[in-house]
């Protein structure tokens, strides 16, 4: 440490963060670590060194270079933090070990496969509508977030295990969980699996101690989430496993490959795999869909534009059908546009340098040595977009796309990148159409703003609207 062995006093640190994880560890618990981070970019430059082990580089160049195929860098311990005993696709850290898991589900995944997803995803969007227009009728606001995150655990919960946890329904997200010795009890979704994240991920910032602070954190309320959580997935898994007339759901490919043989895998891995879709699966996405609408309605010509749009391709259908927007430009823009200023995802995912250090968006990073690129201050490089704070889809239409691109990582990029993004974009396109289309929402105050609370995800806080029915002139 004294001796700098790994070279790394040469970057410029924000405050004490060369000297101590307790700086990152703050500003998460201030829940805008994406934000210290950010301006300590543009304070310093573009390779900060944000823990004493730990260099984040705000160049585009250096997605390739990190997260690339073939560049190699494995996920580091701060992915322990959350981890159980048995590993999914997402906290993986071995090469071969992610690419089994990877590869068991990729085709489930692919655009040509979530085509068959549509009826579950209209299905449930009509019961989102539903319950919107039911707002609308008794002149009551709606929490759009809340309900949209009810959107996303109950498409998920269909996906996965061929039944909703029939949020959208009941208003609410108490579902049942259940204790391996079989006790069931009720528990809050969103609140448990909140919690949880907050606490992983900030132990994981200091992975080497994990033997020790897991101990010492094990009396903690949101350690006692993270059981709730896993006993959510643990009570719809074990339901499932006896549901042998389950349709043709994503569970069913943890089970028996697209050979038709056994895949054999422990009830740990199947749990481990369905706990972290209904996770990814449903937090990102409710965080996407919140942002576009929130941005939407904050930008009056933007929501006119994409309305003219939406009523030339769909008439005067409530409840658009898949292959009539899938590929309206403007409509993708907005979501794209949306991706970009409030990302769902803010936070450098951290990979350790291999053996021999590498060069690193143009210097030389040495071994071991913990590196990022920050996703918000990426996706607003002033570089690849023209005033990036500005919500302005139509540099989607206009704009120097193949430039945009490559700072345009949402999803990440490379063998760890998202595989969930297609249906994502599929939710986003169908969710956002049927709500413009049909409602004029307001906010609470006019000079509303909505806080991003970034846990692990960047979770939009509540966003409470006044709804009435489109007045279409
Ligand atoms: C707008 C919505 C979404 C965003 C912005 C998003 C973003 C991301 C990002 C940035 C990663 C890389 C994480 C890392 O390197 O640690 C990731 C990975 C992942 N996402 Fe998503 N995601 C979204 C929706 C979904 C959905 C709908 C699923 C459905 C299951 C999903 C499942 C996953 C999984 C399993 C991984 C791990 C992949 C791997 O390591 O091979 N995500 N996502």
């Not at 994990?210 to 339901?239: E, Q």
């Not at 490089?381 to 949402?410: I, Q």
Request: hydrophobic share 40%.
């Amino acid at each position: 440490f004294i001796r700098d062995s790994k070279h790394l006093r040469k970057f410029p640190a924000p405050s004490y963060a060369g000297l101590s994880s307790l700086w990152r560890i703050i500003k998460n618990l201030q829940y805008e670590h994406y934000l210290a981070v950010h301006e300590a970019h543009k304070r310093l430059g573009t390779h900060i060194r944000i823990a004493p082990n730990h260099i984040s580089v705000s160049d585009p160049q250096a997605m390739t270079d990190i997260y690339g195929h073939g560049a190699n860098f494995l996920k580091d311990a701060w992915y322990d933090g959350g981890a159980g005993e048995f590993r999914h696709m997402a906290d993986s850290r071995v090469k071969a070990e992610h690419q089994a898991k990877r590869k068991m589900l990729a085709h489930v995944f692919a655009q040509k496969t979530i085509a068959g997803l549509e009826p579950v995803i209209t299905d449930t969007v009509s019961v989102l509508v539903a319950q919107v227009e039911k707002f609308t009728a008794e002149g009551r606001p709606i929490n759009m977030r809340r309900y949209l995150n009810y959107f996303t655990i109950d498409v998920f919960s269909r996906l996965l295990y061929s039944e909703s946890l029939g949020c959208l329904e009941r208003g609410n997200d108490i579902v049942d969980a259940e204790t391996p010795e079989g006790k069931i009890y009720q528990v809050p979704f969103i609140k448990s699996l909140h919690d949880a994240t907050i606490i992983n991920t900030i132990l994981g910032m200091e992975a080497p101690l994990l033997p020790l602070t897991r101990k010492i954190f094990s009396w903690h309320p949101y350690k006692k989430a993270g059981a709730d959580y896993d006993n959510i997935v643990y009570h719809n898994t074990a339901k499932r496993l006896r549901n042998l007339d389950a349709e043709d759901d994503i569970f069913s490919k943890l089970l028996i490959n697209n050979k038709g043989e056994p895949v054999g895998l422990e009830l740990g891995e199947i749990l481990a795999e369905a706990s972290v879709m209904m996770n990814a699966g449903t937090d990102t996405t409710t965080a996407a869909l919140t942002n576009t609408i929130y941005l939407l309605y904050k930008h009056p010509k933007i929501l006119a534009r994409l309305r003219e749009e939406l009523d030339a391709a769909t008439g005067t259908t409530a409840i658009p059908a898949w292959e009539s927007i899938s590929q309206l430009p403007f409509l993708r823009a907005c979501v794209e546009e949306s991706l970009r200023v409030r990302p769902a995802s803010s936070m450098g995912l951290p990979r350790v340098v291999p053996k021999g250090g590498r060069m690193i968006a143009g210097q030389f990073v040495d071994e071991d040595v913990t590196v990022s690129v920050p996703t918000y201050t990426l996706l607003h490089d002033s570089d690849a977009f023209e005033n990036p704070d500005e919500f302005n889809p139509d540099r989607w239409v206009t704009g120097d796309k193949e430039k945009m691109s490559k700072a345009h990582l949402p999803f990440s990029t490379g063998p760890r990148a998202c595989i969930g993004r297609n249906i994502a974009y599929f939710e986003q396109l169908l969710v956002i159409a049927a709500l413009v289309k049909s409602y004029d929402f307001e906010f609470e105050t006019p000079n509303f703003q909505l806080r991003t609370i970034e846990r692990f995800n960047s979770n939009p806080d509540e966003l409470v609207l006044k709804c009435r029915k489109r007045v279409v002139v």
